[in-house]
């Protein structure tokens, strides 16, 4: 009895193994959808702005490479660069500021030079139909006009004080939020009248806010850097994938969601 | 607090000319799991010790927006703390003492802010309190006050997340307490509101005071309905956990040193309160 089970679990085992070396001879000689031989898990660590559009790109990716399975980690640009240094497993890291990009690269986790692909503009978020009429950033030291910025140590925050000097505008906000996603929230839920955000924000926003474009802005443009990590897993995955993102593939995506080209 | 009321003292009060605990052996099945958990608590503590920045430390604190958050917290945590032992002592009271229709019900609803992510909470807050909310506009259009953006809303929102803790130790407290005082003073011709005054409170003063104790540090440590509900802005509504979170975006040393301050601050008020309230053995 106990004969029969072995040599049934052997005959088993054998099986799996012709089938499993048959199926990796095949993968050798046969390259699989796509035509490059990518294929595995790949770890893509990207700015909170590029929720929606790195999401739409890693959907169209892991179409293009059958095989290729995509995860992001989204979060603000600076608690990805400190991941990264502490040893997350990441692959690719897109960042919403240089600055986050060099703390990476300064510890020498990068592989070769990041690549600037997209770049970010501040407008001026208001409710749905600018009710106080704000055509500039003038308009946000009226009295009884009450704004949210970013806080100066994230990068929308820098660029909006950037932009403020340029226009040499002396504005008291409200508060200073955590992310750009703060910000817009306050004006959504009517508790400010104005937020200096992203285009993309406000696009994304488009049912709740109005973004108004302010010449100061061009002033204070904020470059997306991406770079494949040094310690990357997957690294043929991860080349694809930031050629895919710099491609008009990945650019067509960026573009619709407010980003400019870079 | 509750010696000074010299009428009613508990027998089990009353202590022992030396504290000999039951001898014998501790139990490894005890000792091993309570040495972890103190490890599991310390060491992260210890982390922060180990890459705190010493040399620059005292140029650090005299910064002078380090100061300013620092006071601004130790102000609202206390001032959220005076609300809660305000409000939420008659509620804890009541849960304990008053029995009524969906007194269940009350006492899960009291545990909400517990379990709500604080953000949420903080949002929660404004759609009430907030410029648009449902006693914001009203509050807004008749005194024209606006509680976002301003320490009031700060000290709304460290309460509102703290106010559970408070409750749920005094109506521990007073379930726990011996209710033959209360029937006592009522027989003798006590009222509800004497009885509480001078039999219940004295009765639960130490749990009140470890109630307190644990609202003031949650208040203290308060980080997402603040932000949320209050915003941030350096004087008025950034409190050190605030302070906290933006230096790390930038420079991980400030961010430690200003943890560390928080938590020598705290750790001090609240051994030296210890001391002063709860009669620790």
Redesign the interface.
Same mark, same amino acid.
């Given at each position: 009895m106990r004969a029969t089970r072995f040599r049934a679990t052997l005959a088993a085992f054998t099986v799996l193994a012709v089938v499993g070396l048959t199926g990796c001879g095949g993968d050798s000689t046969d390259p699989p959808a796509g035509g490059d031989g990518i294929s595995g898990e790949l770890t893509v660590f990207a700015a909170a702005s590029l929720t929606e559009s790195f999401t739409r790109i890693g959907q169209d990716f892991e179409a293009a490479h059958q095989g290729v399975k995509v995860t992001f980690s989204f979060a603000g640009s600076s608690a990805l660069a400190t991941q990264i240094n502490q040893g997350a497993p990441a692959d690719v890291f897109a960042s919403a500021a240089p600055v986050n990009m060099t703390t990476v690269t300064d510890a020498g986790n990068g592989d070769g030079e990041p690549t600037v692909f997209v770049r970010n503009q501040l407008v001026i978020a208001v409710p749905k139909g600018n009710p106080d009429g704000v055509t500039g950033l003038s308009d946000l030291t009226k009295p009884g006009v009450k704004v949210a910025l970013c806080a100066e140590q994230v990068p929308c925050g820098a660029a909006a004080r950037k932009a403020l000097d340029a226009a040499g505008v002396a504005l008291t906000p409200v508060t200073l939020e955590q992310d750009v996603k703060g910000a817009l929230s306050k004006v959504r839920l009517g508790e400010v009248d104005a937020a200096l955000v992203y285009r993309t924000d406000a696009r994304a926003a488009a049912t709740d806010v109005d973004g108004i474009e302010f010449p100061e802005s061009a002033g204070a443009i904020n470059d997306y850097p991406i770079i494949v990590l040094k310690d990357a897993a997957n690294k043929p995955a991860a080349r694809a994938f930031v050629e895919y993102v710099l491609a008009d593939t990945g650019r067509s995506v960026l573009t619709a969601a407010g980003f400019q080209a870079s | 607090m509750s010696h000074t009321t010299g009428e009613v003292t508990r027998p089990t009060t009353v202590a022992p000319p030396t504290r000999t605990r039951r001898t014998g052996r501790i139990p490894v099945a005890l000792l091993l799991p309570a040495a972890l958990g103190l490890l599991f608590l310390v060491l992260p503590l210890a982390g922060l010790l180990v890459h705190t920045p010493w040399s620059t430390l005292p140029q650090r604190l005299t910064e002078p927006g380090v100061l300013t958050a620092l006071r601004l917290s130790v102000q609202t945590a206390t001032l959220a703390t005076l609300l809660c032992l305000a409000l939420g002592v008659p509620l804890a009271w009541l849960l304990a003492r008053v029995r009524f229709p969906g007194r269940r019900v009350v006492r899960a609803l009291v545990t909400v802010p517990l379990v709500l992510p604080p953000v949420v909470g903080g949002?929660a807050l404004? !759609?009430v309190f907030? /410029? /648009?909310g449902l006693i914001g506009s009203w509050l807004d259009t008749t005194f024209g006050i606006t509680l976002?953006?301003t320490t009031t809303g700060v000290v709304l929102a460290e309460a509102f997340v703290a106010m559970p803790f408070l409750i749920i130790a005094v109506e521990g407290a007073l379930r726990g307490a011996d209710t033959r005082y209360e029937e006592a003073a009522a027989t003798l011709g006590a009222g509800r509101w004497t009885t509480f005054t001078h039999v219940t409170l004295p009765l639960v003063a130490p749990g009140i005071a470890a109630g307190a104790v644990l609202c003031w540090a949650r208040a203290l440590g308060e980080f997402g309905a603040t932000?949320?509900f *209050?915003?941030?802005?350096?004087g008025r =509504?950034?409190t050190m956990p $605030?302070a906290v979170?933006? *230096? !790390?975006? =930038?420079d $991980?040393e400030a961010a430690i040193v200003l943890s560390l301050i928080l938590l020598t601050v705290s750790v001090v008020i609240l051994a030296s309160l210890r001391d002063r309230w709860i009669s620790a053995p």
């Amino acid at each position: 009895m106990r004969a029969t089970r072995f040599r049934a679990t052997l005959a088993a085992f054998t099986v799996l193994a012709v089938v499993g070396l048959t199926g990796c001879g095949g993968d050798s000689t046969d390259p699989p959808a796509g035509g490059d031989g990518i294929s595995g898990e790949l770890t893509v660590f990207a700015a909170a702005s590029l929720t929606e559009s790195f999401t739409r790109i890693g959907q169209d990716f892991e179409a293009a490479h059958q095989g290729v399975k995509v995860t992001f980690s989204f979060a603000g640009s600076s608690a990805l660069a400190t991941q990264i240094n502490q040893g997350a497993p990441a692959d690719v890291f897109a960042s919403a500021a240089p600055v986050n990009m060099t703390t990476v690269t300064d510890a020498g986790n990068g592989d070769g030079e990041p690549t600037v692909f997209v770049r970010n503009q501040l407008v001026i978020a208001v409710p749905k139909g600018n009710p106080d009429g704000v055509t500039g950033l003038s308009d946000l030291t009226k009295p009884g006009v009450k704004v949210a910025l970013c806080a100066e140590q994230v990068p929308c925050g820098a660029a909006a004080r950037k932009a403020l000097d340029a226009a040499g505008v002396a504005l008291t906000p409200v508060t200073l939020e955590q992310d750009v996603k703060g910000a817009l929230s306050k004006v959504r839920l009517g508790e400010v009248d104005a937020a200096l955000v992203y285009r993309t924000d406000a696009r994304a926003a488009a049912t709740d806010v109005d973004g108004i474009e302010f010449p100061e802005s061009a002033g204070a443009i904020n470059d997306y850097p991406i770079i494949v990590l040094k310690d990357a897993a997957n690294k043929p995955a991860a080349r694809a994938f930031v050629e895919y993102v710099l491609a008009d593939t990945g650019r067509s995506v960026l573009t619709a969601a407010g980003f400019q080209a870079s | 607090m509750s010696h000074t009321t010299g009428e009613v003292t508990r027998p089990t009060t009353v202590a022992p000319p030396t504290r000999t605990r039951r001898t014998g052996r501790i139990p490894v099945a005890l000792l091993l799991p309570a040495a972890l958990g103190l490890l599991f608590l310390v060491l992260p503590l210890a982390g922060l010790l180990v890459h705190t920045p010493w040399s620059t430390l005292p140029q650090r604190l005299t910064e002078p927006g380090v100061l300013t958050a620092l006071r601004l917290s130790v102000q609202t945590a206390t001032l959220a703390t005076l609300l809660c032992l305000a409000l939420g002592v008659p509620l804890a009271w009541l849960l304990a003492r008053v029995r009524f229709p969906g007194r269940r019900v009350v006492r899960a609803l009291v545990t909400v802010p517990l379990v709500l992510p604080p953000v949420v909470g903080g949002v929660a807050l404004l !759609l009430v309190f907030g /410029r /648009r909310g449902l006693i914001g506009s009203w509050l807004d259009t008749t005194f024209g006050i606006t509680l976002p953006f301003t320490t009031t809303g700060v000290v709304l929102a460290e309460a509102f997340v703290a106010m559970p803790f408070l409750i749920i130790a005094v109506e521990g407290a007073l379930r726990g307490a011996d209710t033959r005082y209360e029937e006592a003073a009522a027989t003798l011709g006590a009222g509800r509101w004497t009885t509480f005054t001078h039999v219940t409170l004295p009765l639960v003063a130490p749990g009140i005071a470890a109630g307190a104790v644990l609202c003031w540090a949650r208040a203290l440590g308060e980080f997402g309905a603040t932000i949320t509900f *209050a915003g941030n802005y350096p004087g008025r =509504t950034q409190t050190m956990p $605030l302070a906290v979170y933006l *230096a !790390l975006e =930038t420079d $991980l040393e400030a961010a430690i040193v200003l943890s560390l301050i928080l938590l020598t601050v705290s750790v001090v008020i609240l051994a030296s309160l210890r001391d002063r309230w709860i009669s620790a053995p």
